[in-house]
């Protein structure tokens, strides 16, 4: 599981409405999607889960606050809102309203959360709700600024940089500017706590964002003018750090550091997989799939459609959202079998000492691994991925890679073409746009012989 920072929060688990929107089938891809925004890394449907419900909210911490910032504004609107939905939040506003709203509730969750359940159920008594520090809410004099950035295209690529953890922010790094809406939080959230303490009503941080939200929202353009300035003129302070901060070579270095980091992060943690050990059972999902996918690929080549991975996974997952649970039953049922030879077969692996021995020699290796990097060693690598830039991997090399990252996607309900070939780019150590029609026919071919 992530290493989160300790929040105040009430952790996912013990809020039993979002507890039961997190195990319902139609909100599986919400949650990995919510998974993604927290831990900046894409989990099968049951790490994504098990992550949530242990998820405590990040208080104060403005280096978790900045990568999870980072990826939310990367997110649609819709995604947005498909997660407020799930966690019981309001929906409406502007792209940035909705963002912050959903900021400042992951900041730390609450209890006074009511989930619309999408199936019908007995009625149950709302949760008792009960009050945290609202200060921790609080925005002191730009503090959290780094909350408000709006992140054009660097969202997506800072996911993937480090996968599991969130990206270090630079100390020395000029704080991001607050947007409008953050400016009048600013000001009128202690105005609103006050009020609903001397009117003895709840001040929990959803009420509280709910009413700053219907304030925002009930001023004309006239009335949010001097919160839009406000945003401007920190803009422009903003821009004028940061570009001190790039010319006096500070932002290279330590973009140098994190790189040079983080490949040895990624170097440690990346656990070969024991080619004596058993196949991971099949899901539901992927039992489906292998049973439909050459059926939609023969009627999409009859009417001249195109054939794409994407294209494909996308309307499997649309047949297979559209099934009810009789329409289900069979696949899970395979599921279960498969899960069955699974078990048997991992207690035979262990039981034969070939487990405990794969992990020796992995032990062995890691404590191989040399020492972190220097400022120098992370140039000289540099220099040398760009000479082996041009040497491209063989189509043999690349079916072996491309085998074992689906292997390792065997619990995900789709395949990523994109993902795949940024992971290949990375292991090969060049860019691979050039050979996009090679990699998407290898993976289809793979998928194929997966199915068979």
Not at 57 to 70: A, L, P, R
Not at 145 to 169: F, H, I, L, N, Y
Request: overall charge positive; charged content about 40%; hydrophobic content about 30%.
């Amino acid at each position: 599981m992530p290493d989160f920072p300790k929040g105040d929060g009430i952790p996912f688990g013990d809020i039993e409405a979002i507890s039961e929107s997190f195990q319902d089938s139609q909100n599986e891809g919400t949650v990995i999607l919510l998974a993604t925004a927290l831990t900046g890394s894409t989990l099968s449907i049951g790490s994504a889960r098990t992550t949530l419900l242990k998820y405590r909210g990040f208080g104060e911490d403005s280096t978790f606050t900045d990568g999870v910032t980072e990826r939310v504004t990367a997110f649609s609107a819709d995604n947005i809102k498909s997660i407020l939905k799930m966690l019981g939040l309001t929906q409406g506003g502007t792209k940035d309203e909705i963002k912050d709203r959903l900021i400042e509730y992951l900041r730390n969750p609450h209890k006074n959360v009511k989930v619309r359940k999408t199936a019908p159920k007995k009625e149950e008594k709302p949760a008792k709700t009960e009050t945290k520090k609202t200060d921790k809410m609080r925005l002191n004099d730009g503090e959290e600024s780094e909350d408000e950035e709006e992140v054009e295209e660097d969202g997506k690529k800072e996911k993937k940089k480090r996968a599991g953890k969130t990206p270090k922010k630079d100390p020395e790094a000029p704080k991001r500017p607050l947007s409008g809406y953050f400016h009048f939080g600013n000001e009128f959230r202690p105005i609103i706590l006050e009020e609903l303490k001397n009117e003895g009503k709840e001040s929990g941080v959803t009420v509280v964002a709910k009413v700053i939200s219907e304030k925002w929202n009930a001023l004309d353009e006239e009335g949010k003018k001097k919160y839009m300035e406000l945003a401007e003129q920190d803009k422009a302070r903003y821009e004028k750090e940061m570009k001190v901060y790039e010319s006096s070579g500070k932002k290279a270095e330590w973009d140098a550091q994190m790189k040079g980091a983080a490949a040895e992060d990624d170097k440690k943690k990346k656990a070969k997989k024991d080619p004596n050990a058993p196949k991971r059972a099949q899901t539901a999902y992927f039992a489906f799939g292998d049973e439909v996918r050459p059926v939609i690929m023969e009627e999409l080549k009859n009417e001249g459609k195109s054939v794409a991975v994407t294209v494909v996974a996308k309307l499997i997952s649309e047949k297979w959202n559209a099934l009810d649970e009789e329409g289900r039953k069979k696949y899970q049922e395979i599921a279960d079998q498969d899960k069955v030879r699974y078990e048997k077969e991992m207690k035979e692996y262990e039981s034969s000492g070939k487990k405990s021995d794969w992990e020796k020699e992995q032990k062995k290796a890691a404590a191989a691994v040399p020492a972190k990097k220097g400022k120098a060693d992370v140039v000289t690598a540099k220099a040398k991925k760009e000479d082996a830039g041009s040497k491209k991997p063989t189509e043999a090399s690349l079916a072996k890679e491309i085998k074992r990252i689906l292997s390792k996607q065997s619990e995900t309900s789709s395949v990523s073409l994109k993902a795949i070939r940024k992971e290949l780019e990375t292991k090969f150590g060049c860019p691979l746009l050039d050979q996009k029609g090679v990699i998407e026919k290898l993976v289809q071919k793979q998928l194929d012989d997966d199915g068979n």
